[in-house]
């Protein structure tokens, strides 16, 4: 419990961002357990005392206390955000062949900063992915000439919705993906993910629901029987062909970057790499000080702390 608690923590600190009780429950590294459990492995009598500070309603670790503050700043700035998120995430959800809209990202976790992009997970049809990036792609050049960026960076069709790389990282992001329209196809996305569970146990549904079923699918119905013409298969390939080829030339063996009919993940960034190998450092330093913290845990508490394998890659592949 000890090790699960301070790996919650330790990742959430990656980011400048302290954790509440309940969203230490929630994020808890490996391990089910309940709130009250939590709460006392948190007490002042507890092991971790030393090594974990409270503000207010908000725990982190030692000497980073000062991270509440930042916390509030950047949640009042989330606020501000977020009506543009949910409007934007319902203009990509009435586009033909869109089937949830999700936000995802900072902003998911109240976590923004002024520069912060608007991020995207998107489901579509399958056979109309491309096709469908493409119209998204033209809302966000429209959104860029009212001064908002949108960034859609991943999009499935409802035939891919198992997703390949299966890491803490990536359970976090489905785990923290808010969404905006398509309730049933994310509760179909977190059904095909239940390796997730092996991560984070008590992430159970998404953080907050903001779809209200009004998802304008009879716009969309109707726009989507006018494009199912002889035409569009092929329009489809075509799109399809010409930015596979651009993206693939820019993605120099990324594993982050994969695109296909049924998948286009542009993450060039290495973004979710470089949390996992940052992760792994501190945790692994930790342990070194603090080796009391791993013994007499379960398997995958050691795993965690002694190996890539096992939080870094489900099934023992390694991402670093």
């Known amino acids: 419990m000890y090790a699960a608690v301070l790996q919650a923590l330790i990742y959430a600190d990656i980011f400048d961002y302290p954790l509440t009780l309940p969203e230490i429950h929630r994020y808890l590294v490996g391990i089910a357990a309940s709130v009250q459990e939590v709460e006392r492995a948190l007490s002042p009598t507890s092991p971790l005392a030393p090594y974990v500070e409270k503000r207010g309603e908000f725990f982190t670790l030692a000497g980073r206390a000062h991270l509440a503050e930042t916390r509030r700043h950047r949640w009042e700035m ?7 998120a949910i409007a934007y995430g319902r203009y990509i959800a009435a586009l033909p062949f869109v089937r949830m809209v999700a936000v995802t990202g900072a902003l998911a976790m109240d976590n923004v900063d002024s520069e912060d992009d608007l991020d995207y997970f998107i489901v579509t049809a399958p ?48 785990a923290q993906m808010v969404p905006v329209a398509g309730l049933d196809v994310y509760r179909q996305l977190r059904a095909r993910n239940a390796w997730t569970s092996h991560y984070l146990p008590n992430a159970l549904g998404p953080p907050k ?14 726009l989507e029987r006018m494009l199912s013409t002889s035409l569009v298969s092929p329009l489809e390939r075509w799109e399809m062909q010409r930015k596979i080829r651009k993206f693939s030339a820019q993605g120099g063996g990324n594993p982050e970057v994969y695109f296909s009919p049924h998948h286009c993940k542009g993450h ?53």
């Open 78 to 84: 989330a606020q501000r955000l977020w009506p543009k």
């Open 209 to 222: 629901v903001l779809a209200d079923g009004r998802d304008k699918a009879l716009l969309r119905s109707l």
């Open 127 to 174: 056979g109309r992915l491309w096709l469908c990036r493409a119209m998204v792609i033209l809302l966000v050049r429209w959104a860029a000439r009212r001064g908002d960026i949108l960034c859609p960076n991943f999009f499935l069709s409802t035939k891919a919705l198992s997703l390949r790389q299966r890491n803490l990282f990536t359970a976090h992001e489905v």
């Open 268 to 320: 060039f960034d290495r973004h979710g790499t470089r949390t996992l190998a940052e992760f792994l450092r501190r945790w692994q330093r930790f342990v070194a000080d603090n080796p009391w913290i791993v013994e007499g845990t379960s398997h995958i508490d050691v795993s965690f702390a002694n190996s890539t394998t096992g939080f870094l890659e489900f099934g023992g592949r390694s991402q670093i």
